[in-house]
């Protein structure tokens, strides 16, 4: 009886460091490129919202059941969806109406079920705003960026693209737009086009914002909120800039993703930055991290060293305010051109990552452009959400997993 025992003990610890993380489909959507993301209600853990392009889901059971939201959006396929610290949710749109790209702000506090009429962030302005992404800081105060183009996809070599921000603390008015980017870009969506701007706070107030531009990653800085360099920082080399191609020359969207740690760890303050690029034949999810504001940065580190991963690529990064431990999600494809979602994780301040493959199958896919992955986390929960392209069939799938479990599997 006692080796019977013994043995089922050894059982039970091989299926806990063997199994899977559950996924569960929230549901099918169009297959014309939507940017994917998640949030959850501090309030409530079991509230989650999760935005597809232009529809919105909720679960009010911790994402066992999900809902459509009953609200109709304008049309588009570029969203962000965060929320704040009593529970309310922001949605932003890159609605799309006549041939004209305008970012619209959505408002909720019932959890998702229904939603604000939209209101334009910049509505005085006749330019084409792209690629909105936002961030909410520990007052609830709202951080908006975006790319704005003289006219989108235009080859005319005086037609500029520019990195903007705006502000709200209740994401109805807005302030007046500031512009970033020191030196423009194109409007072709290339890699010599401003693209995928991304701000962050710190735990001091001070504001970073970083974006690709020309093959590199710039960085800008604020200390008090209100000036910022008047000379970006060039950080990083990203020769394909947002505008990746991967395995066979599909392209995919892959914009660096910032992030701070305001948590009382040890590695608080510290400055996280993740991208893919092209290295030694193939494209990788890269990293660094910055310890003095982004004065300096570490050298580059390649999240996943397996080389049965040909391309890794289009990562997103959090870190857990309550644990300082750094999460990164992203995409990678083996030599069979399948593709599997990857989940990287750090206790150390990003000095190390172990990976985990959190899809429970691979899918292969002939349209990596809409593609994207998101996570996030709290309290040692961590949340994500992807793209799951099949033929001409796409699903938005999400996979939810606690520290504890995740530092289980082998």
């Excluded at 949710?89 to 998702?112: K, M, P, V």
């Excluded at 030694?280 to 660094?288: G, M, N």
């Excluded at 959190?358 to 349209?367: G, L, V």
């Excluded at 033929?391 to 289980?408: F, N, P, Q, R």
């Amino acid at each position: 009886m006692r080796k019977v025992f013994i043995a089922f003990l050894v059982f039970l610890k091989f299926i806990g460091a063997t199994a899977q993380i559950k996924n569960t489909k929230v549901a099918e959507v169009e297959n014309t490129g939507c940017k994917t993301s998640i949030a959850f209600n501090p309030r409530n853990p079991k509230n989650i919202a999760v935005a597809a392009g232009n529809t919105v889901f909720y679960s009010i059971d911790g994402g066992t059941a999900w809902q459509k939201a009953s609200t109709v959006f304008k049309n588009g396929n570029n969203s962000t969806l965060i929320a704040d610290s009593k529970g309310g949710l922001y949605y932003f749109l890159q609605a799309n109406e006549n041939g004209a790209h305008r970012i619209i702000s959505y408002t909720s506090d019932d959890g998702g079920v229904t939603w604000s009429e939209g209101i334009p962030v910049n509505a005085e302005s006749t330019k084409d705003q792209v690629g909105p992404n936002a961030i909410i800081d520990d007052k609830n105060n709202i951080y908006l960026t975006y790319a704005q183009f003289d006219k989108y996809s235009s080859a005319e070599a005086s037609c500029l693209s520019y990195i903007q921000l705006s502000k709200s603390s209740n994401g109805k008015k807005w302030s007046s737009t500031l512009e970033l980017s020191q030196t423009p870009g194109n409007c072709i969506d290339d890699r010599n086009t401003t693209m995928g701007a991304m701000t962050t706070i710190g735990a001091d107030g001070k504001e970073y914002c970083a974006w690709s531009n020309q093959s590199k990653i710039f960085l800008d800085r604020s200390f008090n909120g209100k000036l910022w360099l008047s000379n970006d920082i060039a950080i990083v080399r990203q020769s394909e800039g947002c505008d990746e191609k991967t395995q066979g020359g599909k392209r995919c969207y892959s914009a660096p993703v910032l992030s701070t740690d305001r948590s009382k760890s040890p590695y608080r303050g510290s400055l996280y930055l993740v991208w893919s690029d092209w290295l030694h034949q193939e494209s990788d999810v890269l990293f660094v991290r910055s310890h003095n504001f982004g004065d300096n940065w570490t050298s580059l580190l390649a999240i996943n060293d397996n080389a049965a991963i040909g391309h890794q690529y289009s990562p997103w990064l959090t870190v857990d305010q309550v644990t300082g431990y750094v999460y990164i999600v992203y995409f990678g494809k083996d030599e069979d051109d399948k593709t599997d979602v990857y989940l990287a994780y750090s206790i150390d301040g990003g000095s190390s990552f172990k990976n985990i493959k959190i899809s429970e199958t691979p899918f292969a896919t002939t349209n990596l452009a809409t593609a994207t992955c998101y996570t996030s986390a709290n309290k040692g929960t961590i949340t994500s959400v992807w793209t799951r392209i099949e033929g001409d069939k796409a699903s938005v799938v999400t996979a939810i997993v606690t520290h504890e479990d995740l530092a289980k599997i082998k």
